[in-house]
C-alpha cells in the first residue's frame, strides 16, 4: 500500500507576508478604536491594500479576529494553567479572571463574538474561545472541589462574568468595571 504524502503547506510570498502582517496590524488598530465591528474595508485601506487581498487572506470577521487574537488566547489559555497549582484555588482563579477581563476589554465586542463563537462549532474563533473555556474549566474545577467557589459554578458561568464586566469597562469607567468585577468575584465564594 502506497500512502501519499501530504501537501507541505505554501510558504507565503515575501510580499503576501507583508500584506498579511499589514492587515493583521491595521485590525488591531481599527478594532482597538472602534471595537470589533470595524469596518473591514476601512481595515484593508489602512493596511493599503485592496479588499480582495484582505479576504484573500480572512474570509471572514471571525478569520481575521481569530489570527489577531490567536497568540492572545493561548497566552490566556496558558496563564490558566500557570495558575492551576495555586495554594488557594479560589486566588488562582481569580487571577486568571482578572487577566481574561484585561484581555477581552482590549477590543469592544469581543466577549460577544467568543460567546456566540461558542455556540458555532463552524465559526473560525470556535477552537480559540474553547481552548480558553477549557482551561478556565480546569480552574474552575479545582476551585470547586476545595470548596473556595460555590458549588453549582461552571467554567460558562465565568466566561459569560468576564464578558459582562468587559462591557462595562468598555461603557462605563475602568473603576466601575473593577468594582463590578470584585463583587462578582465575592459573590463566587462557597
Request: glycine share 8%; net charge neutral; proline share 3%.
Amino acid at each position: 500500500m502506497v500512502i501519499a504524502e501530504q501537501p507541505r503547506p505554501r510558504r507565503m510570498r515575501a510580499d503576501a507576508r507583508r500584506n498579511y502582517e499589514r492587515l493583521l496590524a491595521a485590525a488591531d488598530a481599527a478594532f482597538a478604536a472602534q471595537g470589533t465591528d470595524a469596518s473591514l474595508e476601512e481595515i484593508a485601506r489602512a493596511a493599503g491594500v485592496a479588499n480582495g487581498t484582505l479576504y484573500g487572506h480572512f474570509p471572514t470577521r471571525q478569520a481575521l479576529l481569530e489570527a489577531l487574537l490567536r497568540d492572545r488566547m493561548g497566552a490566556l489559555a496558558g496563564r490558566a494553567g500557570e495558575l492551576a497549582d495555586a495554594p488557594s484555588p479560589s486566588e488562582g482563579l481569580r487571577d486568571w479572571v482578572y487577566a481574561a477581563v484585561e484581555h477581552t476589554m482590549r477590543y469592544r465586542g469581543l466577549s460577544t463574538a467568543c460567546l456566540r463563537a461558542l455556540e458555532d462549532e463552524t465559526s473560525e474563533l470556535y477552537a480559540a474561545c474553547r481552548g480558553v473555556l477549557g482551561a478556565a474549566d480546569r480552574l474552575v474545577a479545582r476551585a470547586r472541589a476545595s470548596g473556595e467557589v460555590r458549588a453549582d459554578l461552571t467554567a460558562r458561568d465565568v466566561f459569560t462574568l468576564v464578558g459582562a464586566v468587559a462591557w462595562a469597562g468598555s461603557e462605563a469607567t475602568r473603576e466601575q468595571a473593577d468594582r463590578l468585577l470584585g463583587i462578582a468575584l465575592d459573590g463566587l465564594r462557597g
